[in-house]
């Protein structure tokens, strides 16, 4: 009894974990607009820092979620391969949109440019979507997210095939 709600604690623990990493990828980019209205937390703001510090860290978190989806022999439940699987989609588009924005900053940060509130909303609804699916995964809940979730099923299926 106890040992199984130490796992169930456990599960929502290293899910809520992973959807760490994308959020604090995006949370940089608001970081200006956050502290303007005093919604920024300097240990979250060390955090993000520390995390943008190390461009491969994003990488390497990649590398080592595929691998242990990959891996036969660790025995993942559906609950943590569903989320390890969703958080390894959303830190792959945090980082294409922080790729963007590291290669384009002109186009995308320019004075007057039409893609700065393009950006911002896509920035922001991917920084609200992490931190819906890192709330959903702490109460044991599986995320819905529509088209997403769909892929994350058929990769699940793909891996376990």
Do not use: H
Not at 65 to 88: D, P, T
Not at 130 to 155: E, K, N
């Amino acid at each position: 009894m106890l040992g199984s709600v130490l796992r169930k604690i456990l599960d929502r623990l290293i899910c809520v974990s992973v959807y760490a990493f994308p959020f604090l990828e995006l949370y940089l980019f608001f970081n200006p607009f956050l502290r303007s209205y005093r919604i920024s937390s300097p240990w979250l703001e060390e955090a993000a820092i520390v995390f943008r510090a190390n461009p491969w860290f994003s990488y390497l978190i990649f590398a080592l979620i595929v691998g242990a989806l990959s891996i036969k022999r660790i025995k993942l439940n559906f609950f943590r391969k569903y989320n390890l699987m969703q958080a390894l989609i959303l830190i792959f588009a945090a980082s294409f949109l922080d790729t963007a924005d590291f290669l384009f900053p002109y186009v995308i940060r320019g004075q007057g440019s039409i893609f700065t509130p393009f950006f911002n909303f896509v920035c922001f609804g991917l920084l609200l979507l992490v931190t819906y699916c890192g709330i959903f995964a702490l109460i044991g809940r599986i995320p819905s997210i529509p088209l997403l979730s769909s892929a994350v099923l058929v990769q699940i299926q793909e891996i376990e095939d």
